[in-house]
C-alpha cells in the first residue's frame, strides 16, 4: 500500500520521527485521534488497516485508515483529522491513484 509513501521527503536521518508525514509535526491534535473499531465479518473481505489512532492509556486501537473491497469495488475510509493540508491533499491524489487502478 503506497497511500503514505513519499508524503514528506525524507532529509534528516529516517528513524527521526518529526520529520514524517505522522509526525509531531504534522499528526492529528490528541483530542481529534479517535479510530474506528472495526472487525472483519465472519465471510466479508480483508481488512487492511494502514493508520491507527489510540489515547493515553486507553487499550483500544482504532483504525485511522483502513481499505477493504466492496463486490469489486475498492474501499477507502480515512479518519486521521486536522493532517498538515499539504500532507491531506498529497494523500487524496495518491488515493485517487490508488482507487482507480
Known amino acids: ?24 509535526s504534522y499528526r492529528a491534535p490528541r483530542k481529534q485521534s479517535n479510530g474506528l473499531l472495526i472487525e472483519r465479518a465472519p465471510s466479508g473481505p480483508e481488512i487492511e488497516v494502514l493508520a491507527a489512532c489510540s489515547r493515553d492509556h486507553d487499550r483500544h486501537v482504532g483504525a485511522g485508515t483502513f481499505t477493504t473491497r466492496l463486490g469489486k469495488g ?3 475510509f480515512h479518519r486521521v483529522p486536522d493532517m498538515h493540508p499539504v500532507m491531506q491533499q498529497r494523500f487524496l491524489a495518491k488515493a485517487l491513484l490508488w482507487l482507480t487502478s
Open 1 to 24: 500500500m503506497l497511500l503514505f509513501n513519499a508524503l514528506r521527503v525524507a532529509t534528516r536521518v529516517a528513524t527521526d520521527s518529526s520529520h514524517c508525514a505522522m509526525g509531531s
Open 74 to 76: 475498492k474501499v477507502l
